[in-house]
């Protein structure tokens, strides 16, 4: 195999397609006792293989009345 060859077959390989997929969980608290630091803690202690757990962001809930 000559250099041109070799180099042809170099450009034919495709780099390997990584699949990703972003969830978003939108927990509501049952009440304004409930504990949301916990619920995070619990829902983070699910472990899968290829799971990352992004970051986690606690906003003010206004129920309208």
Do not use: Q
Request: glycine residues 4%.
């Amino acid at each position: 195999m000559n250099i041109d060859e070799a180099g042809d077959e170099y450009l034919c390989v495709e780099a390997a397609v990584v699949a990703k997929s972003s969830i978003v969980l939108d927990v509501k608290p049952w009440d304004d006792e409930t504990d949301m630091a916990e619920i995070e803690r619990c829902v983070r202690s699910v472990e899968t293989d290829g799971l990352l757990w992004g970051n986690c962001e606690l906003l003010t809930y206004f129920p309208v009345t």
